[in-house]
């Protein structure tokens, strides 16, 4: 592992190291989303304008039609925030300081919906007047389909909505767990990591020999599932000792102490490599929820929101000054097959990718597969064009 990196003959023997895994987190964690459904609204919008267009109806009838649409949709926010209202009076000292008048506001999105009411009322009375049938027929009509769809809860917010507000909201169990465990461990621990391994360096200068692999690597698997014993997980991952403690008095407790382990990992040629190595903790909190009744968290809910703390964490991260080189995360799924060192190998890829930064990694646009990427085939290097050392490319992963 000490030849020249900018040689062909390390791009060589790096590609028949078939046992590498290759995306190590290319589809595993999923982007904010974007502004695609808004775009569809207004789409949808121009095409069935133009149908309307097309009908050749007229102009009156048309906007009759619509102005009743219209009052229809504001009578049932009306209702369903009467409904709202009629809870919340009860609560208005516990959670609307006593006062009414916040109670209706939140129960009624005023701001909006009041001068649309009023403005769709205006028009509906003046378009109807010669309809021949009186008006409060139509809004007792409206009044009843809009209240048998709050009783039979159609008008309920499907997952994704639920779940692009609770991440535009923040209010995500994994934001929390994800800002708790940056300003609680990682904001006082990963300044320091440097500073103890080049302490422990000097001491050991064979074992620590690449400065880019001084980090604090951050395990994440999306099972939750964390082993408190590392060498229970994977028996090519040994534990070598601990490095130097930091001790703070924080939160009450006198000399409270930080301290991280050194591991040194085997790979299939009986190499070793060394990191600090440790789980995120807070996922054990995720995988406790999962386990306890009074939690309501399922399967599924875990593995959302550990793929949400894993993305909530990077940008933390990724905007502390303080933090910038000192950690490394790795983002996994483990495969469905008995894989006896897949960890290892997870652990081993990012290793080597830092030590070898010069070069492009990508294969194709497979992702990363566990089950499957930990037999790929040989890996598709390329020399920087510079002669310099050039970054990854991040579109690889």
């Known amino acids: 592992m000490a030849r020249d990196k900018g040689t062909p ?15 190590p987190t290319a589809l595993l964690i999923p982007k904010a989303r ?3 459904a808004q775009c569809a609204v207004y789409l949808l919008l121009a095409l069935c304008t133009a149908a309307l267009y097309l009908t050749g109806e007229p102009l009156e009838a048309t906007a009759r039609s619509i102005t009743s649409h219209f ?9 369903k925030g009467t409904c709202h209202l009629a809870e919340e009076i009860f609560h208005l000292q516990s ?8 109670a209706l506001c939140a129960c009624f999105p005023l701001c909006w919906h009041g001068p649309m009411l009023l403005a769709c009322g205006s028009a509906y009375v003046a378009l109807l007047a010669g309809d021949g049938q ?17 009783a039979l809860r159609l008008n309920k917010p499907s997952a994704v909505e639920m779940s692009e507000m609770s991440e535009r909201s923040k209010q995500n169990v994994a934001h929390g767990l994800a800002w708790s465990y940056y300003v609680g461990y990682l904001k006082i621990v990963l300044p320091r990591v440097k500073k103890s391994m080049e302490e422990f360096s000097r001491d050991n ?16 698997p999306l099972s939750c599932d964390v082993y408190d014993d590392l060498e229970k997980a994977d028996s090519n991952i040994q534990y070598l000792t601990d490095l130097t403690e930091t001790t703070l008095t924080r939160a009450g407790t006198k000399k409270r102490v930080y301290k991280h382990s050194l591991y040194a990992i085997r790979d299939e040629d009986n190499k070793l490599w060394h990191c600090a190595l440790e789980y995120a903790t807070p996922l054990q909190s995720l995988y406790a929820m999962s386990q306890d009744e009074c939690a309501a968290f399922s399967r599924e809910d875990r593995l959302e929101q550990a793929k949400l703390f894993y993305r909530t964490l990077e940008e933390i991260l990724k905007g502390s000054k303080e933090c910038v080189g000192t950690y490394r995360l790795i983002a996994y799924e483990e495969s469905g097959e008995a894989e006896t060192h897949f960890l290892s190998r997870e652990i081993l890829w990012h290793l080597w990718q830092q030590r070898h930064e010069e070069y492009t990694m990508c294969k194709g646009n497979q992702p990363h597969n566990p089950s499957t990427t930990l037999i790929s085939t040989e890996l598709n290097l390329q020399i920087s064009e510079s002669d310099l050392p050039q970054p990854l490319r991040s579109d690889c992963f």
């Not at 003959?9 to 995306?23: D, F, L």
């Not at 809004?139 to 048998?148: D, E, H, N, V």
Request: proline letters at 4%.
């Open 9 to 23: 003959a390390v791009m060589a023997s790096m590609s028949q190291e078939s046992w590498w895994p290759s995306h």
């Open 34 to 36: 974007g502004g695609r």
């Open 71 to 79: 009052v229809a949709l504001q009578i049932g926010v009306l209702l």
């Open 95 to 102: 959670r609307h300081h006593g006062s009414f008048w916040r």
């Open 134 to 150: 009186p008006i409060g027929l139509h809004l007792g009509l409206a009044s009843l389909c809009q209240l048998l769809i709050l």
């Open 205 to 220: 200068p064979n074992v620590l020999a690449y400065r880019e692999t001084w980090k604090l690597h951050i395990l994440v």
